[in-house]
């Protein structure tokens, strides 16, 4: 069983719902993020995700696209990244590490290249913002072939049809889009979710998560209670960009807000 | 070639380019969008309406002009210029603009948005956005405000708003990074209408077919005119749609060279440049596997052109395409060729070129003195120059 499948079971069985948080590697330095990582995990988080910067990240907000910047300009890379995740899973081996990012930079080292450095780093699961089932059912096999997840985005204006194709071709859990928006928006509404993840679980079993908008941990409880875990993106990066001539402060105002968030949903 | 070319297939590929490379949030739009293209495209009256546009309000057909004294000058080919910059608002855009236009009336979309680099398109959505009645924004990345404060000015007497993009390299790659992030947000009331034969299918192939009016009036013009096809069509390439527009009616006429002109910039040597075809490599951007400016990692590199609508680090799929399979050939010329070029026809013919049209002109500056007297070249004029006078004025030393 993949690390992420078990994760969700582990959490089913408890009751619990999954925090997941997205950082963006390598913002605002290289060195920042691998600490932050076991850090987090201490505050209780169960999967994390760690953004590869991308030069172009169409579907970010402006929150994401400053780290990115920021990321880049230290030459974080999909490398760099994994090299990041390996060094991570030396001393930990149980939480899982999703990639997210943009495709380019797989299409630059090509996708048998990419699975098998993904697989060398112990990765679990990887989220390609552009690259949906149609056409990436050929990297989603080699990741699959050495025990990759493949995650798809699902969004409110998904189809029944496109639900069915992602969870065909996805596995650990699909990503549900709380919002028709970039990451870091405001305008969240519980209700819609709500009748969406109705639809979404009518079709498949897999686990959700949900993000895009989730700001606090009042927000993280209620969206948490409505599918199988809950991402918490634009929020921490928040932190990072109003501290950074204090990288500590940063980081203790993102334990902060993920503890917050893990005690307000576990309640 | 001996079998008809039939360029994308369903899933809107080019071969390995092309595609539909989006977030999950555009998948359903695209695909709306893609079923009312197919629909449309067989309509009779939406057809009869668009001709009817393009004659009417756009001025169609644009003229097969012979350069004669510009040919007799090069002392080798003879030259026509197909004349794009005298289609209404300046440019070849406004083909696919009022043609998009269309579109997002009969799928009631009541918003429309655009990119633009140079302001040409911008100005020709802006334009066909004031003739329907629809409320428009245009994203322009900040460099390219600056430098083309003119169509900045146009658009909003347009009545459209104009948003200058600060990310990135703040030219016209971000401006559709931006646009994209709009389409994400406001996806139910909101037409896109792309400027090139870029972005996800059916985008390149729904840009082209509104562009290929061109290639097929030049078609008829040259039989009407010499007799017989032309042996060489030369048109610029940023993205690509003006070249497109004019070779795609050509593609199965094997005899016809197809030569598109991308920008060197400072030199392709140099780094410096906006040539992914001649100097870059595939991958994926802007929702399409195409030729890329990008570093090892796949990040895009900034590029530079010193005409803002040449300034994009992709390149349209099918233009990626018919490199590989060498129907078509690209070459480049840097910013001191492209300005001979601008020269050249000024002086020559009294026809001031856009900067992106000038990359043509100054490629047939080399290419027809190499051909026979007897044999034809066409260039795609697809753009005037009024838009670039702050350019080149500056360039001189001169205030306006």
Redesign the interface.
Known sequence: MSRLAATFEQLAKSGRKALIPFITTGDPTPDFTLPLMHEMVKAGVDIIELGVPFSDPMADGPVIQRASERALAHKMSLRKTLAIAAEFRKTDQQTPIVLMGYLNPIEAMGYEGFANAAQRADIDGVLTVDLPPEEGEQCAALLKERGIDTIFLLAPNSTNDRIKKMAAVGSGYLYYVSLKGVTGAGHLDAADVENKLKQIKAITKMPVSVGFGVKDAETAKTIAALGDGVVVGSALISKIENNLDSPEQAKSEIIALLSAMRQAIDK | MTEKYTMPDV?GHFGPYG???????L???IQELNAAYQRYLKDPEFIAELDADLQHYVGRPSPLYYAERWSRELGGAQIYLKREDLNHTGSHKINNTVGQALLAKRMGKTRIIAETGAGQHGVATATVAARLGLECVVYMGAVDVARQSLNVYRMKLLGATVVAVE??SKTL??AL?EA??DW?????NTFYIIGTVAGPHPYPAMVRDFQAIIGRETKQQCQDMIGKLPDALVACVGGGSNAIGLFYPFIDDESVRLIGVEAAGDGVASGRHSAPLCAG???????N?TY?M???????IETHSISAGLDYPGVGPEHAWLKDTGRAEYVNITDNEALEGFYALTRMEGIIPALESAHAMAYTMKLAPTMRKDETIVINLSGRGDKDMQTMAKREGIEL
């Open positions: 899933k595609g539909m490379f989006v977030a999950e949030t998948m359903p739009p990310s990135g790659k971000d990074n994209l992030r994400v947000t406001n996806v139910d490599r595939p991958g994926v951007l802007h929702g596997r890329l990008a570093d090892d990692d796949g990040e895009i």
